[in-house]
């Protein structure tokens, strides 16, 4: 089983520790990508316009700024790095050493600057969405696409992928459907459903702490999924087709 989070938009800085080592990564084939987005995205962030270029406001000055340093910035491990609701309700620190080992061996962040990291990789806080464009990149889902395709898949062989990705990161790969589910969250009040960003992130968060501490085997099946997480919720689990993944959909009363 792995589990594919997005990164949180916050991140929480390093206090101290050396730079990150590129070569020391998950997916060290992404390195020549990694390094190409990471010079864009410092040119970018050096220009006057870089706020309205990265898409975030006045407060983030210093976030932006510490993308022209990435180098030099102290590393931490991602699950470390990453913050919000969803890692919030993962909770990391609170796992069990068995446990975490599972999490560092289980999850994957796609990232537009990284691609995709592993949960234990060490990295710098940074600010970039996948939704932005850079020189010399383009939309960075588009540039991603071919490349986590062709690095990250093959590590994917022989898993359930439970796909735990909002959609702006979903564009940047798209994995085997029929070993892959999509989860959604849903409230639902008198037989309607809507979508809630803030309940979603939660949820997910809480699904992926609920796969790496229950008792049992991993689910290797959508439907060995949809079980698991019936442990805790109402679900119903939609099949996918030869080009649509599975979608596992989490309905919380509202």
Known sequence: ??????????????????????????FP?????RQEVAVALAAVSAQEDALSHLGVGASLVHEVSRNTRLAREPAAPAHSIYSGVLFDALGYQSLTTPQKRKADAAVVVVSGLWGAVGFADRIPAYRLSMSVGLPGTGKLASYWKPKLAEAVSPHT???????????????????????TVAVNVFTERDGVRKVVSHFAKHTRGELARHLLTRRGKDPQTPAQLAKAAGEKWTVELIAGTARKPHALNIILAD
């Open 1 to 26: 089983m792995l589990i594919l989070l997005p990164p949180s938009e916050g991140k929480t800085p390093a206090d101290a520790g050396s730079p990150v080592d590129l070569a020391e990564l998950s």
């Open 29 to 33: 084939e992404l390195t020549g990508a």
């Open 157 to 179: 062989e022989g898993h359930l992928l439970v796909d735990c990705r909002s959609s702006t990161y979903a564009a940047a790969w798209a994995p085997e459907p029929e070993r």
